[in-house]
């Protein structure tokens, strides 16, 4: 999805102000070529996966949101046939 449609979905979700604030964070971080997915997991996390087309394969960042809007973030790069080849955590931030 594009990045309106993205903050409509948070905007929409029941979630702390925290994690909704970190969330319209990480999709303003988008560019207009990413393709946005927003998955609610079990235990109250978000997980916003904004993924693009590299020179060779794809680029994918992964930030799991908690409720208190501390994010985790990894960076992952795959190769055309879909090996992974970067793996880079970024840590977490709040």
Partial sequence: MNKAAARAIIDG????PAQSQAA????VRATASEEIDIVAVKNGDILITRQRAGN????VFE????PDGT???????????????????????P
Avoid: E
């Fill in 71 to 93: 994010k985790i973030v990894v960076q992952k790069a795959y190769d055309d046939a879909g090996n992974l080849v970067h793996y880079d955590p970024k840590g977490g931030t």
């Fill in 56 to 59: 060779v394969g794809k680029q």
């Fill in 13 to 16: 979700m029941a979630i702390p």
């Fill in 24 to 27: 319209r964070r990480t999709i």
């Fill in 63 to 66: 930030d799991t949101i908690s």
